[in-house]
């Protein structure tokens, strides 16, 4: 399977962007997709998750109740919808397919499958 992220771009501090990650060569409605983010010079740190069904969703505490993480399965695509946000969300952010429905949704270790990264900028 291929992703793509789309949909970064530069903002202001308490604005707000949608991310998408669309995919071809293979449905992603049996696998958990997850959101990822890594800033300059630091680790790549888990932002989003969702179960293969969509029924279920998981968020990094930084990100709870600003970030929401949905999908579409008609469309291949995942979306993580940004609000609020801050100039710590700078970042290049990216999604991944989950390697087994049954691993942890939390480490970049468990997906198989990564798009190219879209870019975040969040202007103070």
């Known amino acids: 399977v291929q992703l793509q992220a789309y949909g970064g771009g530069l903002v202001q501090a308490g604005g707000f962007l949608r991310l998408s990650c669309a995919a071809s060569g293979r449905t992603l409605s049996s696998y958990g997709m997850g959101w990822f983010r890594q800033a300059p010079e630091k680790e790549r740190e888990f932002v989003a998750a969702i179960n293969w069904s969509g029924v279920s969703t998981y968020y990094a505490d930084s990100v709870k109740g600003r970030f929401t993480i949905s999908r579409v399965k008609a469309e291949n695509t995942v979306y993580l919808q940004m609000n609020s946000l801050k100039p710590e969300d700078t970042a290049v952010y990216y999604c991944?397919?989950?390697?087994?429905?049954?691993?942890?949704?939390?480490?970049?270790?468990?997906?198989?499958?990564w798009g190219q990264g879209t870019l975040v900028t969040v202007s103070s």
């Open positions: 991944a397919r989950q390697r087994y429905s049954s691993g942890s949704y939390y480490f970049p270790r468990e997906y198989d499958s």
